[in-house]
């Protein structure tokens, strides 16, 4: 953990703060947001996003089934709203619960997030992307068998194709602006770039990037969300309301 942050528990994850005053808080969805501690890569993102960007960084913790999780990341993020403008950003499950938390704004008809960056999502729970299997052996650090089972769990008999489940089948219309993070060898490769067109064809703001190696991403990720969040994010600027 870096040294020039301040870090504290809070209710709804580990707040990581920069040294000086914060105008933006960023809530980052890691892949595994379970109640137990904050990873160590976690942490040290949140570090370097807190004194790159100047920005409060949540790493919110939200539970392991579909029940518990989106309530879990809905509460994180009216803790950050209250503070002031808010990024959402996530990796994988926590891209996917990103995007499920869009959804549910726009449909309550609540204030969006002033935008979103999305790793590596993991975005439709069918797991049918051609990607899984094509890109399965380009990641040693990928297990298909084990993301099958979380998966199952996660759903626990819920219909996979359910847009809180899976964004990818949503309507997409009303989203703020998105940005999309992925390597050519990812496995869930083709979730981003199905979601991409799909919110493209929708009206939203999407910029997709993708790196040639997945090994490449924890370096685009910081980058990735600061540019964005820079682009999108005015201080004394409107939320952006839903449509």
């Known amino acids: 953990m870096r040294d020039d942050v301040r870090r504290a528990e809070s209710p709804v994850g580990l707040i990581v703060r920069p040294a000086g005053p914060a105008e933006t808080t960023v809530l980052y969805l890691p892949g595994d947001g379970g109640p137990h501690g904050t990873p160590e890569p976690v942490l040290d993102l949140a570090g370097r996003l807190a004194t790159r960007m100047a920005a ?58 002033r935008c979103a960056v999305l790793v590596s999502g993991l975005l439709d729970l069918t797991l049918e992307a051609p990607s899984l299997r094509l890109n399965a052996g380009a990641d040693p650090a990928f297990d298909a068998a084990r993301l099958r089972r979380r998966v199952e769990r996660y759903a626990a008999g819920a219909d996979r194709a359910d847009p809180l489940l899976s964004p990818l ?75």
């Open 56 to 113: 409060t960084v949540v790493c919110g913790r939200y539970g392991t089934s579909f029940s518990t999780a989106l309530d879990d990341v809905r509460a994180a993020y009216e803790h950050c709203r209250a503070s002031g403008p808010t990024v959402v950003a996530g990796e994988r499950f926590g891209a996917g619960l990103a995007a499920a938390l869009m959804l549910r704004l726009r449909d309550l008809g609540a204030e969006q997030p």
């Open 169 to 243: 089948y949503g309507n997409l219309h009303g989203l703020p602006p998105i940005r999309l993070l992925a390597a050519g060898t990812d496995p869930l490769l083709d979730d981003s770039l199905a979601f991409a067109a799909r919110a493209a064809r929708s009206g939203v703001t999407v910029d997709l990037r993708v790196v040639q190696d997945r090994s490449l991403l924890p370096a685009e990720t910081v980058a990735g969300i600061a540019g964005f969040a820079a682009e999108w994010t005015r201080a004394n600027g409107s939320p952006v309301p839903s449509r």
